[in-house]
């Protein structure tokens, strides 16, 4: 079972810039697509961007597109994701979860998660 734990959440202005990161421990990640979802009061997670195993595959929801980027270093065993031009309608909880194969963007297909990191982006 791969643990994950995620950091680099917290308060930013809007317009600015946060850097989050999941670090897995347990098993590698090198071979599963990885993904950052979030969620916000009263509505459901959503995915805000995933990854394939390989780094070649992305996917961002319509409203990341641009602004965020997802990363990942499977020598670390980490992924990231860059936030860009920060709203205060990415304000949730930011989680991030390991696929059952190497390229998935379905929520169900995702079956390790972390803790999650709370974003709140102020206007």
């Known amino acids: 079972q791969v643990q994950l734990v995620e950091s680099g959440g917290g308060l930013v202005q809007a317009g600015g810039s946060l850097r989050l990161s999941c670090a897995a421990s347990?098993?590698?990640?090198?071979?599963?697509?990885m993904g950052w979802f979030r969620q916000a009061p009263g509505k459901e997670r959503e995915c805000v961007a995933a990854?394939?195993?390989?780094?070649?595959?992305?996917y961002y929801t319509d409203s990341a597109k641009g602004r965020f980027t997802i990363s990942r270093d499977n020598a670390k065993n980490t992924v990231y994701l860059q936030m860009n031009s920060l709203k205060p309608e990415d304000t949730a909880v930011y989680y991030c979860?390991?696929?059952?194969?190497?390229?998935?963007?379905?929520?169900?297909?995702?079956?390790?998660w972390g803790q999650g990191t709370q974003v709140t982006v102020s206007s």
């Open positions: 347990g098993r590698t990640i090198s071979s599963r697509a």
């Open positions: 990854i394939s195993r390989s780094g070649i595959s992305t």
């Open positions: 979860a390991a696929g059952i194969s190497g390229w998935t963007t379905e929520l169900s297909d995702f079956r390790s």
